[in-house]
Each structure stands twice: as structure tokens, then as C-alpha cells.
């Protein structure tokens, strides 16, 4: 080979390697902005412009696509970011069973998947493959302990459950029977629902007939509106507890005077003004500042949770480019180890400390007890 295509093959090697070298990282978020899910997932794709731009000296790409609810569409939008974008990570989606269905991918592909999802399903128990989820939601027995609490602690003796027939629901039905049992608390009645049902007739009069002293409804967004709502219609009188599924702004509008009283435990992001100060309140605030300035609104709980998934990710990127660039499996797979070695890191949900067992890392500073009193969310006393 002369020496000019010698010089022309290096020029061309280093040319093909450039984009490579300098490539931004992408990012995919999958969010539900239609269909059953929306009220959690519009929260959470207008928080996208709200996220990191660079990290590590590096630009953060993010490509966002809508799966409209629908756990088929969620599988489509991973496999698209995976196999046509080639993204480092993958943010979402917002559903609990969605997020289920697409677990595999994220692992066979090798890449990051940060839900922002209420079961506790999607890291536990910890597998093989959900070594590649990382959650940025306070897992159920975190927030089902404090409810339990409260319950034993105000002589609550029988309780009945209404849980969507989905893994949240069904997490929520394990979780708080292994708690309740520990507490003296009988389950006298345990019904199912799917979100997109229009009527709870039948579910609240087999509640009304086990006549517990209290009723827990777990469901996330707007789908935890209507047990409540029958249940109040048809006459129960006893108290009413939520899931941190049902911490939004709709919820207070949709359920009215019906859902006077509630309780619930959630992140502090609900009630900011009554907490103390501390690095979690100061980044929620201005979240919700930077939010109100762009859509004219306080963002749900649930916004907070893709924010703090991209501070998880600017948090972890900058080990991880030690290992790897962009675009290659040696970053994403760096990425998921920094991601693991998260150690007290606050964000908008409370203070994350990650481990090999432990992809959520949230403890009691991720949550207090909350009810709503004169139509508004309120630290309970």
C-alpha cells in the first residue's frame, strides 16, 4: 500500500470513529400522554425539557415517545429506542404492567431502564433482568408501613381492599396482607378493578357487606377516583386511605367532597410549604417553580419522578464515560454499575441510596403522611 493510501485509510478511520467519539448521549423516555394513564404520564413527558442537558462534559439527547396506555405500543416504543436509536437509557414508561412487559429488553439489550412506575415488581424480587431497572418511586411496603402504622395506631381492627387488576393492585394486596397480619388487622374484603372500567357498583356493595372500619384503595391516577367516589355514594362511612398512586391535583378535583378526609402517604413534594427545610425540598421547589413557569400549573408527584431519574442519570454518567462512549454496550453497562453505587444522592422524592439488591433506595425521608382537608393536600398531624 503507497504511502497515500496509507494517509487516506487512517483519514478515513479516524473519520468513521469521530461520531462515535463525540456523540451526544440519548436518552429514551416512553410516557403515557393518552389513553387510561395520561394523568401520569403528561406530568412526566412535559418534565422532559426540565431534565439535564449534559453530564460529564457530554450532551444528554432525549427522544421521547408516547405508548398511549397501551402495554403492546410500550413494548414497540423499547424495541424502537433499543435496536433504531441505540439509546444509553430508557426513562419510563409510566404504567405499572407496562413497565412489566418490557423489563426483558431493557436486560437483553444491555441498557438502563429507569421507572418511574408504582409496583415494586419491577426490582423485586431482584433477578437477572431487573438488575437492569432502576425505580424512582418509594417501593409499596415503604409507603404500605406507614399507612399500617397509622391504622393500628387509631384502633383500625378490619380493613377492606380495592386494587386495579394489574401488578400494582396485586402488590399492593401481597404487601399489605403480610403487614396487616403483623398488626392485628383482619382483611375482610378484597376487590379488583380494571382502570378503564366505568362502573364499581358491584365492588363497593360486597364492601359495604364485609362492613370493614376502613377501606385502602390501591390505584394509580385517576383510576383511584372512583372506588372512593362509589363508595361515599353508596353510604360508607369509615375512613378511606390512598395509595402515593392517587398524590395529584386531579385526584382532588375529580373526587370533590368525597375524598374529604382521605389518607395517604406520599413524598413531600404534596405538602412542601409544612416540611422542614433540607436538599429534597429545595430541589422539589424549584422543580415545581421551573414547571409553573413552563405550563402555568404545579406538576404531580409523578413529574418529580422522571426528574429524578435524569438526576439519577446525570449523577452516574460521568463515572461511566471512564468505562465507555456513548452509544457503546461498555457505557451502558457502566452506567447501570454507577447507577447501583448511588449513595446518598436527594432529589425531588427524597434521598436515593442505591444497592445491589435495593434499585429504589428510598427510605422514611421519601415519605410522610398526608390527608386532605378543605379540598387541599395537608400534612397529617
Do not use: C
Amino acid at each position: 500500500m503507497t504511502s497515500k493510501k496509507v494517509i487516506s485509510a487512517l483519514l478515513l478511520s479516524s473519520s468513521l470513529l469521530t461520531p462515535l467519539a463525540n456523540a451526544d448521549i440519548k436518552i429514551g423516555v416512553v410516557s403515557s400522554t393518552t389513553g387510561p394513564i395520561a394523568l401520569v404520564g403528561i406530568p412526566q413527558k412535559n418534565t422532559i425539557p426540565l431534565l439535564p442537558t449534559s453530564a460529564g462534559g457530554e450532551k444528554i439527547t432525549y427522544i421521547s415517545l408516547d405508548d398511549g396506555s397501551d402495554p403492546t405500543a410500550t413494548v414497540k416504543a423499547f424495541k424502537k429506542l433499543i435496536d433504531e436509536e441505540h439509546v444509553d437509557a430508557i426513562i419510563g414508561p409510566s404504567g405499572s404492567g407496562n413497565a412489566m412487559g418490557v423489563i426483558q429488553f431493557a436486560a437483553e439489550s444491555g441498557t438502563p431502564m429507569l421507572a418511574p412506575v408504582g409496583t415494586a415488581a419491577v426490582v423485586l424480587p431482584m433477578t437477572k433482568q431487573k438488575k437492569w431497572v432502576f425505580k424512582t418511586t418509594q417501593n409499596d411496603d415503604l409507603i404500605a408501613k406507614a399507612l399500617v402504622e397509622q391504622m393500628k395506631a387509631t384502633g383500625i381492627k378490619t380493613i377492606g381492599l380495592i386494587g386495579t387488576a394489574d401488578p400494582y393492585g396485586e402488590n399492593w394486596a401481597k404487601v399489605m396482607k403480610d403487614l396487616t397480619q403483623k398488626a392485628d388487622i383482619q382483611i375482610v374484603a378484597n376487590e379488583q378493578f380494571q382502570r378503564q372500567d366505568t362502573s364499581m357498583t358491584g365492588q363497593g356493595l360486597k364492601i359495604l357487606m364485609a362492613n370493614p372500619d376502613a377501606v385502602l384503595i390501591a390505584a394509580p391516577g385517576s383510576s383511584s377516583v372512583m372506588p372512593q367516589t362509589t363508595l361515599k355514594d353508596q353510604g360508607y362511612s369509615g375512613k378511606i386511605y390512598q395509595t402515593h398512586g392517587a398524590a395529584l391535583d386531579p385526584f382532588l378535583r375529580l373526587g370533590g367532597k368525597a375524598v374529604e378526609g382521605t389518607i395517604l402517604a406520599a413524598s413531600s413534594m404534596l405538602v412542601l410549604d409544612e416540611v422542614p427545610d433540607s436538599p429534597s425540598k429545595e430541589i422539589a421547589t424549584k422543580y415545581i417553580a421551573d414547571y409553573k413557569k413552563l405550563y402555568g400549573e404545579t406538576p404531580a408527584t409523578f413529574g418529580g419522578n422522571v426528574l429524578d431519574a435524569g438526576l439519577l442519570l446525570e449523577n452516574a454518567i460521568p463515572s461511566a464515560l471512564k468505562s465507555g462512549k456513548p452509544g457503546s454496550a461498555e457505557f451502558r453497562s457502566a452506567l447501570r454499575d454507577a447507577l447501583e453505587k448511588t449513595k446518598e444522592m436527594p432529589a425531588t422524592q427524597g434521598v436515593y441510596n442505591m444497592t445491589a439488591e435495593n434499585h429504589s433506595g428510598f427510605d422514611e425521608r421519601g415519605r410522610v403522611l398526608i390527608t386532605v382537608k378543605d379540598g387541599k393536600w395537608t400534612l397529617l398531624k
